[in-house]
């Protein structure tokens, strides 16, 4: 019982894992298209009172379990990949 | 116009960032309730091979724009928080 319990929750865990790499891409193709607007308008790609304000987010919006630290950890780790991927996107456009 | 449309790009983007909190946070509990399972059976908390085996399966579900290594490193990131959560939990169980 215990190990139909076990491949049950693995199997909700694995659901939640797809979901989560499809809204963090999501969320890496909208900061694609938020690079693409401050490049055309000349404005720096990173803006560190946004990323106070998302982690302020963060913690307004958090129920738990993790940690808010926890969680603004994981989200430096998803802007730190966000803005490689536009400084990508900005190389790119200068080499066409 | 530039400007109207950088705000309706970030109003997307903490918008995915709320489903984000959410998400991983549901995540978290479906791996305490892993913990709790493991722990009644005797079984180690940290599985490299069922691990593996989540990092496999980011890589055929990826579409981008993030590369595979990008995601696989914030799913390490995310295992690593739950592990420690696993183990806040256990220990909290033997005070009890």
């Not at 790499?21 to 720096?44: C, D, F, H, M, T």
């Amino acid at each position: 019982m215990g190990n139909e319990q076990l491949e049950e929750l693995r199997g909700q865990l694995d659901k939640v894992n797809d979901q989560l790499v499809e809204l963090i891409n999501e969320r890496a193709k909208i900061a694609q298209e938020i690079g693409r607007v401050k490049s055309a308008q000349g404005l720096n790609r990173f803006d560190p009172v946004r990323e106070r304000k998302m982690l302020d987010s963060i913690e307004a919006n958090n129920e738990g379990p993790f940690e808010t630290s926890t969680l603004q950890h994981i989200f430096k780790e998803i802007f730190k990949a966000s803005l490689e991927l536009q400084e990508d996107d900005h190389r790119k456009a200068l080499l066409v």
